[in-house]
Nanobody, 122 residues
């Protein structure tokens, strides 16, 4: 397991942008598949984006074209750039890590961050 700490959440107007960061304590960060998830009040946690150790990204249909996931191996950090934000993007956002893409996809990763809140409202 690795320790994960998210940052970058906040209040933003519709159409605005935010960049979330997730820093990992692990020295072997580069072998992990990383995922960003979100959970809105009263709803189940959902997978938003993933990025493999080879930096191949994948996105939920609801965020394609608006969100970009990336990772900086030298900084042990994964990012989620969120553009054209909508009120329905409001949620707590979590990053997670696992050596298995399957574990990330089925929302059962080995390591979770504590979450950062994103509110999209005018």
């Amino acid at each position: 397991q690795v320790q994960l700490v998210e940052s970058g959440g906040g209040l933003v107007q519709p159409g605005g942008s935010l960049r979330l960061s997730c820093i990992s304590s692990g020295r072997i960060f580069n072998i992990y598949v990383m995922g960003w998830y979100r959970q809105a009040p009263g709803k189940q946690r959902e997978l938003v984006a993933t990025i493999t150790s080879g930096k191949t990204p994948n996105y939920a249909d609801s965020v394609k074209g608006r969100f970009t996931i990336s990772r900086d191996t030298a900084k042990n950090t994964v990012y989620l750039q969120m553009n054209s934000l909508k009120p329905e993007d409001t949620a707590d956002y979590y990053c997670a890590a696992d050596q298995s893409l399957h574990s990330i996809v089925v929302i059962s990763p080995a390591s979770w961050g504590q979450g950062t809140q994103v509110t999209v409202s005018s």
